[in-house]
Antibody, heavy 119, light 109 residues
């Protein structure tokens, strides 16, 4: 069974940093692109960043470019999101999601981890 | 990077059909066949219902169907059931990024 489990969320002060992890199991992690999507409280889904299976290609929303870094460790079946210079606008539940093969669609999602940016 | 446009709400009675629209531009919905639809129940993670405009993942009932015309994609739910009540989000590839719609709350009357 495909399973994704995020961790690393929490309360952080404005300007601070946080690193999210997503542990994957039940599929061949290294052959799948992976994505981070966030959802602010009471709001809709917002695409954040994606990475190809090898880790060679990364993509970012303009709102996080230069502040967030996506990466992966295929030997540990783990996806990461390093978040720097956080602001209140980054407060959200962060989901990691598995891409459907080469399609730009996500067929498995984690349960999400809440990031709260507040002083 | 503007979000795709969805109606905030839609409704229908059990057994009826309802269609939710998702409007973008030629740079996203109209330019690629990478439109997806997600269902999200309160407090839960999203679930993929349709991908590549009209493909259904295994396990998704055939009551759910997708289509696209020009810059507008649509999700149709036929034979509405109580458990279909949820938020629905469309998404589209837009070059090197992905856009989501603002979401539509589907109410089963």
């Amino acid at each position: 069974e495909v399973h994704l489990l995020e961790s690393g969320g929490g309360l952080v002060q404005p300007g601070g940093s946080l690193r999210l992890s997503c542990a994957a199991s039940g599929f061949t992690f290294a052959t799948n692109a992976m994505t981070w999507v966030r959802q602010a409280p009471g709001k809709g889904l917002h695409w954040v960043s994606a990475i190809d299976g090898s880790g060679a290609y990364t993509y970012y929303a303009d709102s996080v470019k230069g502040r967030f870094t996506i990466s992966r460790d295929n030997s540990r079946n783990t996806l990461f999101l390093q978040m720097n210079s956080l602001s209140a606008d980054d407060t959200a539940v962060y989901y990691c999601a598995k891409n459907v093969g080469s399609a730009v669609a996500y067929d498995c999602w984690g349960q999400g981890t809440l990031v709260t940016v507040s002083s | 990077q503007s979000a795709l446009t969805q109606p905030p709400s839609a409704s229908g009675s059990p057994g009826q059909s309802v269609t939710i629209s998702c409007t973008g531009t030629g740079s996203d919905v109209g330019g690629y066949n990478y439109v997806s639809w997600y269902q999200q129940h309160p407090g839960k993670a999203p679930k993929l219902m349709i991908y590549e405009v009209s493909k259904r993942p295994s396990g998704v009932p055939d009551r759910f169907s997708g289509s696209k015309s020009g810059n507008t994609a649509s999700l149709t739910v036929s034979g509405l059931q109580a458990e279909d009540e949820a938020d629905y989000y469309c998404s589209s590839y837009a070059g090197t990024i992905v856009l989501f719609g603002g979401g539509t709350k589907l109410t089963v009357l």
